[in-house]
């Protein structure tokens, strides 16, 4: 079992916290995601677990095996924590051949000529390295010496792997390329994975859980579709997606339910959501709407909300378009289909309708409650 606990650690830099009591439970074969805009210690949190930063508190298990307890005088050093990290530069050898490279830790750990040959041959064909053995890594690309590192990382066959934002150096095709590469491995092996990154399609794509921090604090925990479509805060809906979702502040005018929001953008518009449970009459609240959960028309249609198109981006298959409410300043972003928005012209009217979202305290940003996950649009009253 390589399940991770980590407990109450805390990490400071002189004056600053980087990581606030941070507690956490990694399931045995889990791939969970640490996300977070820069300096929200994520890295930090992670070179706390693999011993290159020692916290000033807390404590740290690898399975039923403590690896880090100040209060008890216990800090197992890096190289014996049995875990494999890759960083984000790759730190090959450049005077070593690929298969040097790979074959290091397992001549370290003074194991037969041919054994060390045969491990580093299945991890060759695993990785799609046959062929690359003699070169060099000055003569490979960058996806290339990512595979060699991830390669040199596996084939010591740790308990756990730990990645620092190992893409963020390719161009975005091959690292969708090797994300594809890197879930597979982690299905094919089943090692416990912790994953650092900023980019928070690499962690919905890569996944099983994510981890939302910001300032050293968690602020969510949850598989892809939890953080996304129930975030905790208005800060993690604000900072998963892209595009980033619509948030548009409103005050509750009836309780409910259902509960009646009228928009402060836009106070002749009200939206009526299906509701479970009351909200607070005069409350002001932040309506969280994904761009992709906005219908709209080009004719007038009661209960929607009127907009105008300030410009549309073709993606491709899809296309995101810009807008702002006609009775206020609030700007909108839709996503849909191509076909249905390269036609809008700037200056156009439209007509919104919300499909789901998630209603926000105003005051604390704490979530309160979501609508609409039964498919059904919500429009305006």
Same mark, same amino acid.
């Given at each position: ?23 956490l439970d990694i399931e045995d074969k ?55 990290? %890759?960083?984000?530069?790759? $730190? ?7 298969? *040097? =490279?790979?074959?290091?830790? !397992?001549?370290? +750990? ?42 040199r990382m596996i084939v010591t066959e ?68 939890? %953080?996304?479509?129930?975030? $905790? ?7 998963? *997606? =892209?595009?980033?979702?619509? !948030?548009?502040? +409103? ?100 007509w919104l309708r919300f499909k789901r ?25």
């Amino acid at each position: 079992m390589s399940g991770i606990t980590i407990r109450d650690v805390t990490k400071r830099f002189g004056l600053v916290t980087a990581v606030d009591r941070f507690s956490l439970d990694i399931e045995d074969k889990d791939f969970l995601t640490l996300l977070g805009p820069s300096g929200c210690g994520k890295t930090t949190t992670l070179r706390c677990l693999a011993g290159l930063e020692e916290p000033d508190e807390g404590e740290i298990y690898i399975g039923d095996t403590c690896i880090f307890a100040p209060s008890r005088g216990i800090n197992v050093a890096s190289g014996k924590r049995n875990l494999g990290l %890759v960083f984000q530069n790759y $730190a090959l050898w450049p005077h070593m051949t690929v298969f *040097g =490279n790979v074959a290091f830790g !397992l001549r370290k +750990a003074k194991l037969p000529k041919q054994e060390v040959r045969r491990k580093a041959d299945k991890i060759f064909n695993l990785l799609g390295l046959d062929g690359f053995q003699k070169r060099y890594p000055h003569e490979l690309s960058g996806g290339q010496q990512q595979r060699v590192a991830v390669a040199r990382m596996i084939v010591t066959e740790p308990h756990v792997f730990l990645f620092d934002e190992p893409l963020s150096n390719l161009d975005a095709k091959l690292r969708m390329t090797l994300r594809s590469e890197l879930k597979r491995m982690h299905r094919m092996l089943g090692a416990t994975t912790v994953y650092v990154t900023h980019d928070q399609l690499e962690a919905m794509t890569l996944s099983t859980h994510i981890v939302v921090m910001d300032e050293g604090v968690i602020q969510q925990i949850g598989t892809p579709s939890e %953080v996304y479509h129930f975030p $905790a805060n208005l800060f993690v809906a604000d900072f998963m *997606g =892209n595009p980033r979702a619509n !948030l548009i502040p +409103a005050i509750v005018k009836e309780a409910g339910p259902p509960a009646v929001l009228t928009l402060k953008a836009d106070p002749e518009a009200t939206c009526s959501l299906p509701t479970e449970h009351p909200l607070v009459e005069n409350q002001e609240v932040v309506l969280n709407v994904r761009p992709e959960d906005i219908l709209f028309t080009t004719t007038k249609s009661e209960g929607a909300f009127p907009a105008k198109v300030h410009t549309t981006l073709p993606t491709g298959a899809e296309c995101l378009t810009y807008g702002r409410l006609v009775a206020g300043d609030q700007e909108i972003v839709i996503k849909g289909p191509e076909e249905a928005h390269i036609c809008l012209e700037t200056n156009q009217e439209i007509w919104l309708r919300f499909k789901r979202g998630n209603i926000f305290e105003a005051a604390s940003g704490k979530t309160l409650l979501s609508f609409g996950f039964n498919g059904r649009p919500m429009g305006a009253s």
